[in-house]
């Protein structure tokens, strides 16, 4: 049978049945499309629809995209105001690291959206995702994901990680630079390294046969997703 002839099959029994019934089938189908450049450039519209119907139905609260950006904008501007504020307080490390956790947490998913964009990528609205289900997270447009090359989509879902990891460096410099002590300085490395191995860890337990743990699926994890595209590339 045809990929258009299952996809229309897919979505008939999504109107019928609903998503659950026909999700394995869909994913099987998008991971043999995602193999020809052509193929995925001839179904990614389609593929697009679907994936945002069945997305929108179970990622709960969404906020719109333009939104999404303005508040995390303003989480970065809090980031700021925090660590410049704690240059005078006595307890400095407080301030140091509650910034790198605010700028980590916001900066994730604009770092996807500026990599997707440069690849053509769009985004449709931000709803709450990550390990405790609380971390701001964008969705990309499938249609235009598919489109993109595999080395596109490997970057696109790297810069989330690394630009977490990255956060309390940088957050560290600013700190540096108002005269922190060195206590909340050694604190933003420690946080950086706690960040570096949360964000990739994953990969190396899902490559070792350990895709899941204390109810967490790993497979989910952007490092892991990177992985599944170069795969391709």
């Known amino acids: ?5 299952v996809l229309e099959e897919i979505e008939r029994e999504i109107r ?3 998503y659950s019934s026909v999700a394995k089938r869909f994913w099987r189908l998008v991971k043999e499309v995602k193999k020809s450049p052509d193929l995925a450039v001839k179904y990614a519209e389609r593929i697009g629809r679907i994936d945002q119907e069945i997305f929108r139905e179970k990622a709960g609260i969404t906020v719109p995209l333009q939104v999404g950006n303005l508040l995390a904008i303003l989480g970065i501007a809090a980031s700021i105001g925090l660590i410049a504020a704690g ?3 006595p307890y400095p490390i407080v301030y140091a690291v509650a910034s790198a956790f605010i700028l980590s947490t916001v900066v994730h998913p604009l770092a996807h959206i500026t ?3 440069l690849a053509g990528m769009r985004f449709t609205f931000y709803f709450l ?3 405790i289900k609380i971390e701001p997270t964008v969705k990309v447009d499938y249609g235009t994901y598919l489109r993109a090359s595999p080395e596109q989509r490997v970057a696109m879902h790297l810069a989330g990680p690394a630009a977490t990891a990255l956060s309390p460096l940088l ?3 600013i700190a540096y630079s108002l005269g922190y002590p060195a206590s909340s ?4 490395v420690a946080l950086f390294l706690f960040f570096l191995s949360t964000e990739f860890i994953p990969l190396l337990l899902v490559k070792a046969g350990s895709p899941r743990f204390l109810g967490l699926d790993f497979r989910k994890s952007d490092t892991y997703r990177a992985m599944r595209e170069k ?3």
């Open 87 to 89: 240059a005078g307080s």
């Open 129 to 131: 995702n990550g390990p």
């Open 1 to 5: 049978m045809k990929h258009g002839e």
């Open 231 to 233: 795969k391709l590339a």
């Open 185 to 188: 300085l050694y604190a933003l």
């Open 115 to 117: 990599a997707g964009r």
């Open 16 to 18: 019928e049945k609903g």
């Open 171 to 173: 957050v560290m410099v």
